[in-house]
C-alpha cells in the first residue's frame, strides 16, 4: 500500500513536467517548419520577384508534417509588394492551444523578427 502511494505522488509530481515537455516539443517542430518555409519563400522571391500568399502557392500546403499539422495551422499575413514583407503565423490549435497559452501564436517575418502573441520571452529557441 505504502509502494502504491508512493507511485501514485510522483505519477502527480511528474505528469505536469511531461505535459510541458510535450508542449515544448510541438512547438520545436512548428518552428522548425516555419524555417523551412521562409527558406522556400525566399527561393519563391528569386524566381518570381514577390512572395506567396499561401503555402498552395509555395506547394508547401500537402508538406505540413502530421505532427505538426495535428498541433498548428499555418498562414501569411501582411504580404505586400511593396515593400515585400510577409509574416508567417502558426496558430496553436487543439490541447497545443490550450496547453501553449505562455507563447500562442508564433509569427515568424521576412526580416527574421520572431514573435509570439502570449508575450513569453522564451517561446524561440
Partial sequence: MIVAAIVAILAVLAYPSYVQYIVRSNRAAAESFMQEVVAAQE?????????????TTLQYASSVPASVAANYQFSFSGVTTSPLAYTLNAVPKGSQASSDS???????SNTGSKTASGGASNCWK
Fill in 102 to 108: 505562455a507563447c500562442g501564436t508564433l509569427g515568424l
Fill in 43 to 55: 527561393r519563391f522571391l528569386l524566381d518570381n520577384r514577390a512572395y506567396a500568399a499561401d503555402l
